[in-house]
């Protein structure tokens, strides 16, 4: 599970630009399923066939980066925000661009309170002399991704694009599980979750299926002075019953906690009051689909250096794999 997060993890894909974690999945799920298709949108979904009903299983394949907006004469960049970037974890971060250019986040140094560190003050330096010297390498329109090693210790995971890579390496290793069910699975590797759970909304269309979950990472509330909430880390997956985005139909809840009692699975029940999920979008479209999600409890997510225990990712896998029979 380790070396497939951290194949995921350091592959480039911010929102927009999923195109390589896409071409990762499919070969690693190429004889795992029926069918692998794309849709316009650039969605991944592969599908186990089957008689029963429609389940589908979103994770989002892109990840938090930023855009270049701006090339100064001095060949500083400017740039925006692709999806939640806190100003104050940002600062001082390294970037990537799929060319592999690197460069650093820093800010304009006259800025007296931190608090106004937006990042509009802030630029990429990536050691060019002039615009024209950028330019040999990085164009306006170029996306960059955080840069953070995958290593694994105390039974933790540390990464950057653990949000969602993460819920991809949990749909592909249920994928290959080839748990017997009736049911026509949908694993679906969505886009462009990060900049409005975009992708999701058009894969569920396509779909329609009879229920869906979006598997995700939610925050947790077991660092010093955090915000009070009821997940901690390692203390199981979550059944989503709220996030900013969704509230987790009813039934889909229980038969969530149903199957986690029934297995003896280590669970916790999530109310996430900051951020949504691929569920935000997909419970209201066509007719309406009845939603929920599991997530797994990450600490310091959009950080390049997100945390999540290895045993919540083992227990969510089982825990879908007994839902979907
Ligand atoms: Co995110
Ligand atoms: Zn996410």
């Given at each position: 599970m380790f070396e497939l997060i951290k194949t995921l993890t350091q592959t480039f894909g911010p929102s927009g630009y999923e195109k390589r974690v896409a071409e990762t999945i499919s070969k690693l799920l190429k004889d795992k399923v029926d069918e692998i298709r794309t849709d316009a949108l650039g969605n991944l979904i592969c599908v186990k066939k089957g008689t029963g009903k429609k389940i589908m299983l979103a994770a989002h394949m892109d990840e938090i980066g930023i855009i270049v907006s701006y090339i100064d004469e001095k060949g500083f960049l400017r740039f925006g925000n692709?999806?939640?970037?806190p100003p104050l974890i940002i600062m001082g971060q390294r970037v990537k661009f799929e060319n592999g250019t690197v460069g650093v986040i820093w800010y304009?140094?006259?800025?007296?309170?931190?608090?106004?560190?937006?990042i509009e003050k802030m630029y990429i330096d990536i050691?060019?002399?002039s615009r024209e010297d950028a330019e040999k390498l990085v164009q306006v329109g170029d996306l960059a991704v955080f840069v953070g090693e995958t290593v694994e210790q105390n039974g933790k995971i540390i990464s950057?694009?653990?949000?969602?890579r993460v819920g991809c390496a949990i749909l592909v290793k249920l994928a290959q599980s080839k748990t017997k069910t009736d049911n026509e699975i949908y694993y679906v590797f969505s886009t462009q979750e990060e900049v409005g759970l975009r992708g999701a909304r058009t894969a569920a269309f396509g779909i329609v299926p009879d229920m869906a979950l979006a598997i995700d990472v939610c925050d947790t509330?077991?660092?010093?002075?955090?915000?009070?909430?009821a997940v901690h880390m390692g203390d199981g997956p979550t059944v989503k019953i709220k996030d900013r985005s969704v509230i987790a139909h009813p039934e889909v809840k229980d038969r969530l906690i149903n199957a986690a009692r029934k297995k003896k699975i280590p669970y916790q029940l999530e109310v996430m009051m900051d951020g949504g999920t691929d569920a935000g979008s997909i419970h209201i479209t066509a007719g309406g689909i009845p939603s929920g999600g599991v997530s797994i409890p990450t600490?310091?997510?959009?950080?390049s250096s997100e945390m999540a225990d290895m045993k919540d990712i083992e227990n969510a896998v089982k825990l879908l794999a007994e839902l979907i029979k």
């Open positions: 692709i999806g939640g970037l304009e140094e006259n800025i007296d309170n931190m608090k106004n560190a937006k050691g060019a002399t950057k694009s653990l949000d969602d509330g077991d660092t010093p002075s955090c915000k009070p909430m600490r310091f997510i959009h950080d």
